[in-house]
């Protein structure tokens, strides 16, 4: 009787994207080659993985209308990272432990084991005493049809942690043993404040769970719960990634260090922000078959919510959400992390543009990239050449509309400015520019139609904001300010479409 459920609430599901999957299409908002559902909202990436053959997204996903609530997983599949095709659903609320308005199938991963696929997941109901959440499992033995665990949930929360604030189990396989991180928030103090925590937990099965240790802590720096957590090894050092609640502008950041599986604690040496855009949220990786480690984000942040700001230009179209571009996990030497744009988006090029060398001044001059609207840009700043205090380079321009990237060589940094990108968006994302000592500063741009991906000193520098622009902001711009800049390396490409 639970698996018919599950069924026929998928199967209601499935009807409403049918019916509204061609009018939500048309939207004027939608992306060329960002992945998004075809109806609805989407959140988090769930359940990466490369699986038989495919590599699989899953996601938090409502199919019924654009905003969040009542979580589902959707799941597509594709070849190339690049084009997808959807599949049906593989979750939906059906039990006593996920079938609620509020709650449902939250965020979770996915693994391979004795050929089965499994999905390990967060499930939220509310019985009357606050919302709870839980940890639960379910498999399928071909990757697209899932059934629930009959002895669901796995784990609750433990003595200490909010049961609000148990959540987005990420599961791996080490010597025989499976193990899981999930994030958490913990009371503590005389005033019972919670602090994000990640806890770890091990198995022989998948299905049954013992708590090994606090993975990671925090003194409340790093905020009150620390969302969807992931933790892999990456050259010789081990990497856990999270988004921390109530950390102020920190959405996304990385923890580089040693760790040890006989206490289960790993132990930080350097940390940093993954994105600093206001729209990268929820990173989740995995190992492609090359070995790269890949992560995904979700390109919004919580501002979405109805208690932050109004849904936004996408909600009116019968969508919201979307996810960033891939990004391959690189280590450098001294243990900070590049995380560089997939190599697979080259397939994506057309309209290629070259330039020479060029200077530019306080005169503004415009720049060609593809369509201006859906387009890729690299170029180089020459710094040994370049006596500029500052670099302007105002992207998805017209009829009084730009989006402002201020390169400030003179201070060291970088601003991204989208107050006057579309009459609704707002807000500037801030950062550090690694300049000491550089020759060159390198600057990759993508443009989607509702979407800027700016990454800068070689990757490690990243900029991700949504702007909801139209077909006539389609001008690129460019120009100095006290002095001079010596552009070079320019090329640009438009880009083909994924979707639409």
């Not at 690049?82 to 509020?102: C, N, Q, T, V």
Request: aromatic share 14%.
């Amino acid at each position: 009787m639970p698996r018919e459920v599950m069924l026929e609430n998928i199967r209601r599901a499935q009807a409403a994207i049918d019916r509204n999957r061609e009018s939500t299409g048309r939207g004027s908002m939608r992306q060329h080659y960002h992945f998004m559902g075809q109806t609805g909202w989407i959140n988090d990436p769930n359940g990466l993985i490369y699986f038989r053959g495919k590599y699989h997204y899953f996601y938090q996903y409502n199919p019924y209308y654009g905003f969040w609530d009542y979580m589902h997983w959707g799941h597509a599949v594709s070849d190339d990272l690049l084009h997808w095709e959807y599949l049906p659903l593989a979750l939906a609320p059906s039990e006593s432990y996920d079938d609620h308005m509020r709650g449902g199938c939250f965020s979770g991963s996915a693994i391979e084991h004795d050929g089965k696929l499994f999905l390990v997941f967060t499930a939220a109901t509310n019985r009357g005493n606050d919302f709870e959440q839980t940890q639960c499992v379910a498999w399928s033995e071909d990757g697209i049809h899932f059934e629930k665990y009959a002895g669901n949930p796995v784990l609750t929360a433990p003595e200490g942690v909010v049961p609000s604030l148990f959540r987005d189990p990420k599961v791996w396989e080490h010597d025989g043993s499976f193990y899981l991180v999930c994030g958490a928030g913990v009371l503590r103090g005389a005033d019972r404040k919670s602090v994000g925590q990640a806890l770890l937990y091990r198995s022989q099965d998948l299905l049954h769970w013992d708590f090994v240790n606090v993975l990671s802590d925090n003194r409340g720096e790093w905020g009150f719960m620390w969302e969807c957590p992931d933790f892999f090894r990456l050259g010789d050092q081990y990497v856990l990634t999270c988004s921390p609640m109530g950390a102020g502008s920190n959405t996304a950041v990385y923890f580089v260090g040693d760790f040890d599986y006989d206490t289960g604690k790993f132990s930080c040496r350097t940390s940093g922000a993954i994105d600093r855009g206001m729209d990268y949220y929820a990173p989740q990786t995995f190992a492609a078959p090359d070995g790269r480690r890949i992560a995904v984000g979700w390109a919004n942040e919580w501002q979405w919510m109805p208690f932050w700001k109004d849904w936004g230009p996408t909600y009116q179209e019968g969508w919201c959400g979307f996810f960033n571009l891939p990004r391959e996990i690189r280590m450098l030497p001294d243990h900070t992390l590049q995380f560089v744009p997939i190599r697979e988006l080259e397939a994506l090029r057309t309209d290629a543009c070259r330039m020479e060398p060029f200077a530019v001044d306080e005169q503004e001059r415009e720049l060609t990239a593809g369509d201006g609207v859906s387009f890729e840009m690299k170029l180089k700043v020459d710094l040994q050449e370049t006596d500029a205090e500052r670099l302007e380079l105002c992207l998805r321009c017209g009829e009084g509309r730009k989006t402002t990237c201020m390169f400030d060589l003179k201070r060291a940094e970088l601003w991204v400015d989208r107050s006057e990108s579309d009459g609704w968006s707002r807000d500037v994302s801030r950062s550090a520019l690694f300049l000491k000592g550089k020759r060159e500063l390198d600057i990759h741009i993508f443009s989607d139609q509702s979407s800027l991906e700016i990454f800068t000193d070689q990757y490690q520098n990243n900029h991700a904001n949504n702007i909801f622009a139209g077909n006539a902001q389609n001008q690129i711009r460019i120009r100095a300010h006290g002095g001079r800049a010596v552009i070079r390396d320019y090329e640009s490409y438009g880009m083909k479409e994924c979707f639409r």
